[in-house]
Nanobody, 126 residues
């Protein structure tokens, strides 16, 4: 079992930045692909970013490409999401997720992931 705990969310003005962290326990994240998703009120949970198990490749949704950056520190069993140039439409609860044995063809699908955190709230004011 892998337990994931997100942190780093908060209230920020439009144009500001935040760094979200995802701490894993119970098992090493080595070998797990990691993703970040977000869910705004009244909307479906949507894919935001993905990083392969070896950090060799990263992928982003079109809405965040060029503004957000996903990274991982295997030694610390951590995954990060740097949020820059935030917009009010980025307001959502952000979740990290971990999964095995899938690739970029299904990285946007929630059921590709085996473990989820409880989420951290990001609110961007205009």
């Amino acid at each position: 079992q892998v337990q994931l705990v997100e942190s780093g969310g908060g209230l920020v003005q439009s144009g500001g930045s935040l760094r979200l962290s995802c701490a894993a326990s119970g098992r090493t994240l080595s070998g797990y692909a990691m993703g970040w998703f977000r869910q705004a009120p009244g909307k479906e949970r949507e894919f935001v970013a993905f990083i392969t198990w070896n950090a060799g490749n990263t992928y982003y949704s079109d809405s965040v490409k060029g503004r957000f950056a996903i990274s991982r520190d295997s030694a610390k069993n951590m995954v990060y999401l740097q949020l820059n140039t935030l917009r009010p439409e980025d307001t959502a609860v952000y979740y990290c997720a971990a999964g095995l044995n899938f690739g970029i063809s299904t990285m946007r699908l929630r059921n590709s992931y085996d473990y989820w955190g409880q989420g951290t709230q990001v609110t961007v004011s205009s």
